[in-house]
């Protein structure tokens, strides 16, 4: 059998080198694009541009006014006091140096939660005995029209959310279920019982890596919680699930791989194309961090990472910080700095983050910087890349991460969904916030973005969905929660660092203009 197996297998090698050589003598004409191709060309994502053009020049920043010096001394004498523990006086300051959200009064607060049926008003009452009376019936529309009510017009009695949830998975709604609770636990992030019941929701649907970290960060954030160990058992228990499927995947592609690489060697003559598809599979094999590893070696040679020691501390403490608060412990975290001028960043699987100098030199404090950092650190702890990786062509996928399959620019424009950009955003906030910055460090990011831009967008933005819409959930997200905006901001350090940002940035700038000079 093992023999028959074997002449198989060679055989279909053969057939791939037959038809790659004919492919091959086809592509050696040279073939006009049909509209077809014109069409996906068109389609396909931009990439970020990482390196400026030869020719390119920097736009000289404006001198801060009067009034910018001012409130930047104002800022550094708020953090003074907060970092000396005078959090009322600091906290007065900050209030005077922020102006309300655009929608405060129209978004309104969350009120506190309830558990008892006997604290739940009257009207309430009533919705929760037609929605058990529909359950008993078995009268679907009166459950759920219930049951809807209830959930809306009294978010904070918790077992209505939970009993919604239960029904419409009941009757077959798991998406529906989950955006219930997902709207629910973003309310009340710290009811046991609620993160409970959207863990278990999740893990139904197979979204075992969302599972792991919805209970990890209930435990992380929740410590003194008596169901904190539980439900780290249970973030540990849906991290290997996640990863036994991600293997199993992966080795339903092996053969596949195998074949696209004879497939490449017969195009190209190139021995790279079957080795890679082999070495590509053994890496996603060995999971996350060793992707990470192998790209961010090359990425380091590529980028030329910043030598500045003090700077690369200042980036490496505070990711270090919001790392400790991001719930996958398993992962080696590290944070460069490359010497590009463009507020700029990427995550890779596995722990390992990018940023430009410029990310320093055009954020207005510390938290700023930490609210980029936390956005990027969310996509490494919510396995998004390496989704991305497993998912689909496997190796057209990989190539877009690895040097060898194109330009290390790439790495910055990776094709995240809307809903992952959000959940990153989610997520950085709420790691900004456990860490003790202002919670609308990411939000003033965006509006710093926003300012920035003249005849194209920034970067970042070019690869993240950005604009009003992102500044207002964000917002809407921090009022809700009552997370606090008037605490630590750190803009004294800050000023500090971008001076050397902006010297690094200078000192690649005048290498690169003598080099022409020389030509």
């Given at each position: 059998?093992?023999?028959?197996?074997?002449?198989?297998?060679?055989?279909?090698?053969?057939?791939?080198?037959?038809?790659?050589?004919?492919?091959?003598?086809?592509?050696?004409?040279?073939?006009?694009?049909?509209?077809?191709?014109?069409?996906?060309?068109?389609?396909?994502?931009?990439?970020?541009?990482?390196?400026?053009?030869?020719?390119?020049?920097?736009?000289?920043?404006?001198?801060?006014?009067?009034?910018?010096?001012?409130?930047?001394?104002?800022?550094?004498?708020?953090?003074?006091?907060?970092?000396?523990?005078?959090?009322?006086?600091?906290?007065?300051?900050?209030?005077?140096?922020?102006?309300?959200?655009?929608?405060?009064?129209?978004?309104?607060?969350?009120?506190?939660?309830?558990?008892?049926?006997?604290?739940?008003?009257?009207?309430?009452?009533v919705y929760w005995r037609e929605a058990e009376a529909g359950i008993a019936s078995k009268m679907q529309t009166r459950t759920l029209v219930a049951?809807?009510?209830?959930?809306?017009?009294?978010?904070?009695?918790?077992?209505?959310?939970?009993?919604?949830?239960?029904?419409?998975?009941?009757?077959?709604?798991?998406?529906?279920?989950?955006?219930?609770?997902?709207?629910?636990?973003?309310?009340?992030?710290?009811?046991?019982?609620?993160?409970?019941?959207?863990?278990?929701?999740?893990?139904?649907?197979?979204?075992?890596?969302?599972?792991?970290?919805?209970?990890?960060?209930?435990?992380?954030?929740?410590?003194?919680?008596?169901?904190?160990?539980?439900?780290?058992?249970?973030?540990?228990?849906?991290?290997?699930?996640?990863?036994?499927?991600?293997?199993?995947?992966?080795?339903?592609?092996?053969?596949?791989?195998?074949?696209?690489?004879?497939?490449?060697?017969?195009?190209?003559?190139?021995?790279?194309?079957?080795?890679?598809?082999?070495?590509?599979?053994?890496?996603?094999?060995?999971?996350?961090?060793?992707?990470?590893?192998?790209?961010?070696?090359?990425?380091?040679?590529?980028?030329?990472?910043?030598?500045?020691?003090?700077?690369?501390?200042?980036?490496?403490?505070?990711?270090?910080?919001?790392?400790?608060?991001?719930?996958?412990?398993?992962?080696?975290?590290?944070?460069?700095?490359?010497?590009?001028?463009?507020?700029?960043?990427?995550?890779?699987?596995?722990?390992?983050?990018?940023?430009?100098?410029?990310?320093?030199?055009?954020?207005?404090?510390?938290?700023?910087?930490?609210?980029?950092?936390?956005?990027?650190?969310?996509?490494?702890?919510?396995?998004?890349?390496?989704?991305?990786?497993?998912?689909?062509?496997?190796?057209?996928?990989?190539?877009?991460?690895?040097?060898?399959?194109?330009?290390?620019?790439?790495?910055?424009?990776?094709?995240?969904?809307?809903?992952?950009?959000?959940?990153?955003?989610?997520?950085?906030?709420?790691?900004?916030?456990?860490?003790?910055?202002?919670?609308?460090?990411?939000?003033?990011?965006?509006?710093?973005?926003?300012?920035?831009?003249?005849?194209?967008?920034?970067?970042?933005?070019?690869?993240?969905?950005?604009?009003?819409?992102?500044?207002?959930?964000?917002?809407?997200?921090?009022?809700?929660?009552?997370?606090?905006?008037?605490?630590?901001?750190?803009?004294?350090?800050?000023?500090?660092?971008?001076?050397?940002?902006?010297?690094?940035?200078?000192?690649?700038?005048?290498?690169?203009?003598?080099?022409?000079?020389?030509?």
């Open positions: 059998m093992k023999r028959r197996w074997k002449s198989l297998f060679l055989a279909l090698i053969w057939v791939m080198l037959a038809v790659g050589t004919s492919i091959l003598i086809i592509l050696t004409q040279p073939l006009a694009p049909t509209p077809a191709q014109e069409t996906s060309k068109q389609n396909q994502p931009q990439q970020t541009a990482v390196v400026p053009a030869p020719n390119e020049k920097a736009s000289p920043e404006p001198a801060l006014s009067p009034e910018q010096i001012a409130r930047q001394q104002k800022f550094i004498e708020a953090d003074k006091l907060y970092l000396a523990g005078d959090y009322a006086a600091a906290e007065k300051l900050y209030r005077e140096l922020k102006q309300p959200f655009a929608k405060a009064s129209q978004t309104p607060q969350a009120k506190g939660a309830i558990a008892d049926l006997a604290q739940l008003s009257p009207a309430g009452k049951l809807q009510l209830l959930t809306e017009q009294y978010p904070e009695f918790i077992p209505g959310q939970i009993k919604y949830a239960e029904v419409l998975k009941e009757y077959g709604d798991k998406k529906k279920a989950l955006e219930i609770l997902e709207r629910a636990t973003t309310l009340y992030p710290n009811q046991a019982d609620l993160i409970k019941t959207r863990v278990a929701t999740l893990a139904e649907s197979k979204k075992w890596m969302e599972a792991s970290l919805a209970a990890r960060q209930f435990a992380i954030l929740n410590p003194n919680d008596p169901q904190a160990p539980e439900f780290t058992k249970l973030a540990n228990k849906h991290l290997k699930r996640y990863k036994s499927h991600i293997r199993s995947e992966i080795r339903g592609n092996t053969i596949a791989n195998i074949i696209t690489g004879v497939l490449g060697y017969a195009v190209t003559g190139s021995l790279i194309g079957p080795f890679s598809a082999l070495d590509s599979t053994i890496m996603l094999l060995q999971g996350e961090e060793a992707v990470g590893e192998a790209v961010a070696k090359q990425a380091k040679k590529q980028l030329s990472v910043v030598k500045d020691e003090a700077l690369s501390a200042y980036v490496n403490e505070i990711g270090q910080k919001l790392a400790k608060v991001a719930g996958r412990d398993e992962f080696k975290y590290e944070f460069f700095v490359i010497p590009y001028e463009e507020l700029n960043a990427f995550a890779l699987p596995g722990g390992k983050i990018f940023i430009n100098a410029g990310v320093i030199a055009k954020t207005n404090s510390e938290a700023e910087l930490a609210g980029l950092l936390g956005h990027e650190l969310s996509h490494v702890v919510l396995s998004h890349g390496f989704q991305l990786v497993t998912q689909g062509n496997l190796i057209g996928n990989l190539t877009q991460y690895l040097p060898l399959g194109g330009t290390i620019g790439q790495l910055f424009a990776l094709s995240y969904s809307r809903d992952m950009e959000r959940q990153a955003d989610t997520l950085g906030t709420r790691l900004i916030v456990a860490s003790n910055y202002a919670a609308d460090a990411l939000r003033n990011l965006m509006v710093t973005l926003d300012k920035q831009r003249k005849n194209a967008p920034p970067s970042w933005l070019s690869s993240h969905p950005g604009g009003d819409e992102r500044v207002r959930y964000l917002e809407e997200m921090i009022i809700t929660n009552n997370y606090n905006r008037y605490t630590y901001e750190g803009v004294a350090r800050h000023i500090e660092m971008q001076a050397k940002a902006k010297q690094v940035l200078k000192d690649k700038k005048e290498r690169a203009d003598k080099k022409r000079r020389d030509r």
